[in-house]
């Protein structure tokens, strides 16, 4: 029995040894990539209301209505065609990327207007035409979702990226719309429960889905490429010192002069700011600072209000110096939490009651 126990001894030993490695406070730790990709893929899964995705269609459809019943884009059918064809590659050094992004045969074919490799411009009547259809479809997209097997988002997207093309091809309007364009793209790609507007109702009183987290996560990840591809492009393009340079002060100074004594508008506010040159030295440097840490919303969506209120003082200022960005204060409201924000009513409302 002794001599038993003793020759056990090596297969115990290795055993306890075995153990011991198994044991997780003793293995070895996860590579930091392998961890932040972890972190990654919880936050992204992180289960949220179906409900809010279907108010935030809501909220951009009404915008993008808004934005078509504001201009003619029969106008693009009387000037020369020839005026669509001056490219980013044109106007930049060869040894710049942004010559792979403006070659024409990318920007045609991102925009639809491939199709004029074939067929020429169209009418004013024909573009105008195509204008109340897109209306039309956002207004089904708005009421219906996305329909089955998302074929009403896929022809809205069809013909606002048509339409805004030519737009995009003259160069302009890119920075105020296309935020607007990736939350389409995000809901037409994402899986979560996409409902009629009657059915919304019913919706809000379902609990969290992973579906919808995901959905919602896609929607962040829309806001952080854009906002922290501004804040590294003002790294490529500026020195650190050159954060603390700019006068800002100055520029809404020089545009409230330049309005009085023209058609531009300003508002009286700015005028609070004459001589405050400190701002200097705290407002655009808080504005790339904000850029360069918005990631970090993706793993705090609690924090979605602070970066919502900084950036709405921020796009306010920017009327300061005639840069009108309203629409990126509007288009937050598609990441704030409406099913909370509703219970949060629901609560008050139901409280003055039960007093009495």
Same mark, same amino acid.
């Given at each position: 029995?002794?001599?038993s ?7 115990r ?7 011991a ?18 972190r990654?893929?919880?936050?992204y ?9 279907n ?8 915008f ?16 020369p %065609?020839e ?5 980013p ?8 990327w ?9 920007q %045609?074919?991102?925009?639809f ?12 009547? +024909?573009?105008r ?6 209306i039309?479809?956002?207004?089904s ?6 329909g089955?097997k ?9 013909l606002m990226?048509y339409?805004?093309?030519y ?6 309007e890119?920075?105020s ?17 996409? +409902?009629?507007?009657?059915k ?9 889905s992973?579906?919808?987290g995901r959905?919602?996560s ?18 490529t393009?500026?020195s650190i010192? %050159?954060?603390?340079?700019y006068?800002?002060?100055d ?5 409230s002069i330049?309005?009085?004594h ?10 609070l ?13 808080? +504005? ?17 209000p602070k970066?919502?209120l900084?950036?709405f003082?921020?796009?306010?200022m ?10 990126y204060?509007?288009?937050?409201t ?8 509703i219970?949060?009513l ?11």
């Amino acid at each position: 029995m002794g001599n038993s126990g003793f020759l056990d001894l090596p297969v115990r030993a290795v055993q306890t040894v075995r153990n011991a490695f198994a044991e997780p406070w003793i293995l070895p730790e996860k590579p930091l990539i392998d961890r932040g990709f972890d972190r990654f893929l919880a936050a992204y899964n992180t289960p949220a209301y179906d409900f809010n995705l279907n108010v935030a269609r809501l909220f951009v459809c009404a915008f993008l209505i808004w934005k078509l019943f504001s201009r003619d884009f029969g106008f693009f059918g009387t000037v020369p %065609e020839e005026i669509f064809y001056f490219y980013p590659y044109h106007l930049y050094p060869m040894d710049k990327w942004i010559l792979w992004t403006g070659l024409p045969v990318i920007q %045609e074919l991102l925009t639809f207007h491939w199709i004029h490799w074939f067929l020429p411009h169209p009418s004013v009547g +024909v573009l105008r035409f195509i204008q109340g259809l897109t209306i039309l479809s956002l207004a089904s997209l708005a009421i219906f979702g996305k329909g089955p097997k998302s074929v009403i988002i896929v022809i809205t997207y069809s013909l606002m990226i048509y339409l805004w093309g030519y737009l995009f091809l003259l160069g302009q309007e890119i920075d105020s719309i296309d935020l607007y364009f990736a939350i389409i793209l995000a809901l037409g790609i994402s899986s979560y429960s996409d +409902v009629p507007i009657w059915k919304m109702t019913k919706l809000y009183h379902e609990h969290r889905s992973a579906a919808g987290g995901r959905a919602f996560s896609n929607l962040i990840l829309v806001f952080v490429f854009y906002y922290f591809a501004s804040g590294v492009n003002k790294l490529t393009d500026l020195s650190i010192l %050159e954060w603390f340079q700019y006068d800002l002060v100055d520029a809404i100074e020089v545009h409230s002069i330049v309005a009085a004594h023209s058609t531009l508008d300003s508002l009286g506010f700015f005028r609070l700011f004459d001589g405050f040159t400190l701002f200097n030295y705290i407002g655009p440097p808080a +504005v790339y600072i904000s850029h360069l840490t918005v990631p970090i919303v993706f793993f705090r969506k609690n924090l979605i209000p602070k970066f919502f209120l900084f950036y709405f003082l921020f796009h306010l200022m920017t009327f300061g110096v005639g840069i009108s960005f309203s629409g990126y204060i509007f288009v937050w409201t598609a990441l704030f939490s409406w099913h909370e924000i509703i219970d949060w009513l629901r609560a008050k409302r139901r409280k003055p009651t039960a007093a009495r």
